[in-house]
Nanobody
Framework: QVQLVESGGGLVQAGGSLRLSCAASGSIVNINAMGWYRQPPGKQRELVATITTGGSTNYADFVKGRFTISRDNAKNTVYLQMNSLKPEDTAVYYC??????????????WGRGTQVTVSS
């Protein structure tokens, strides 16, 4: 079994910062890209940022300049540093990982999510 466990969410005032972490554990064969998505209240899940094993990053326009994604390949962990938070950043944040199983199949694995609430 593979698990993605997120941590670091919480309540913060507008303008504040939070750092999310997501650690992959279990029967990991291979991991390619990892990323963060979010689902605001009443809305669909949306991309926040992704990062490859080589460190190439991709960000949604609404977080550019405020959020930074990074990863530690040795620890199978991805991070999301969130600065200058806004009330509209309030959402459940989900970690994702493009993983390979023992059958050689690639699939996307999701964490259970961590709540981020930004008060005005």
């Amino acid at each position: 079994q593979v698990q993605l466990v997120e941590s670091g969410g919480g309540l913060v005032q507008a303008g504040g910062s939070l750092r999310l972490s997501c650690a992959a554990s279990g029967s990991i064969v291979n991991i390619n890209a990892m990323g963060w998505y979010r689902q605001p209240p009443g809305k669909q899940r949306e991309l926040v940022a992704t990062i490859t094993t080589g460190g190439s990053t991709n960000y949604a326009d609404f977080v550019k300049g405020r959020f930074t994604i990074s990863r530690d390949n040795a620890k199978n962990t991805v991070y999301l540093q969130m600065n200058s938070l806004k009330p509209e950043d309030t959402a459940v944040y989900y970690c994702s990982a493009h993983m390979q199983n023992y059958a050689g199949t690639w699939y996307v694995h999701w964490g259970r999510g961590t709540q981020v609430t930004v008060s005005s």
